[in-house]
């Protein structure tokens, strides 16, 4: 029984970095396109631009963060 | 200068040979190179490397199940009466580890307070290197401390400042090779507390400005019986901002073990350390502050 319990954890923890690292893949794509336009509108600015890209890049990380604390504490704490 | 140019490539090459031909001497990957003394007699060992990942990743984030497990004698530093003190101020399933945290946290201080004391006793009217370089970072977020909460709350910027250099020196102390040198930020203990400090004064600030009924008045905002939810929404930003840093130091930490396991601790925990110590570490700490001072903007706006 314990050998389920622990298979469940491991397989709940690998669905959940799965598909908790579908949504800030996207979002960050998005952010970094984004950018890319900007900069190619006025390359002036680029430095700015790419300061911001990266804040916004890390606070969107966010979710795929929660996901990965969630699959630490089923692989580690079971 | 000839010798000058190039002399990183060198290293670099020079290094990885020798590591190559450590690895050929010592005959294969599962094989460890052990030279020492032992008994008074000089020995050259060829003996096969057990390497358990699994064990030690316990080793290493989960000290105090590692030695239950084991079941060696638990104790701090030889000493067996310092592990029952903390072991009766914590509990018996946190104390090395808690002590490893203090340890760090302390010469986190110590490093920050020896900072401030050489900056302050050398301060002339031509600045010397590290004040010019200490006060590029202090204008730099007195910017953006400017253009958020405008000019008449300039005061917030030490409280910006501390906050950065302090996540900022947690974070790379992870880069020192020693053994036991890990981030405390690693510890959840570390950001939630810091966390909670940032929205403790942000509500501070929400008193002090708006006056303590209109901060009573401001969790019934849209409807009366909506203020559970704000109360909760209030609580998750704290645990929003203190679970980011967390979750990316703790999964950088565990990426490096795990990948530099993979590839027997050749060349690539260099690079590894370069992304997820240095830039992930400060992309971390700027957002932290970032966000921290967001939240005081949203209430000082209002």
Redesign the interface.
Known sequence: MEYIARAAALLGAGICMGIGALGPGVGEGFVAGKACEGIARSPENASLITRTM??GQ??S??TG??S??VA?LLI?ST | MPAKKGGLKRIFIVVFFLEVIILIISGGLNRQLQIGFEEGRFFIRNVIHEYNLQEKITEEFQPDRYLQEKGEKAEIYGSEKLYTLFSKIFSVNNAVSAFHLLRILFIVNLAMLGLAWLIRRQIFKRPSKPQVLIEMLYTFFEDFVRDTLGKKNLRFTPYIVTLFLFIWTCNMIGLIPIPGMMEPTRNLNVPLGLGFMAVTLVHITAIKHKGLINWFKGFAEPLAFLAPLNIVGELSKAISISFRLFGNILGGAIIMLVVSSLVKFVMLPIGLNLFFGLFVGTIQAFVFTMLALTYIGVEIAE
């Open positions: 990266l804040v890390a606070v990380e966010s963060i929660y990965l604390v630490l580690f």
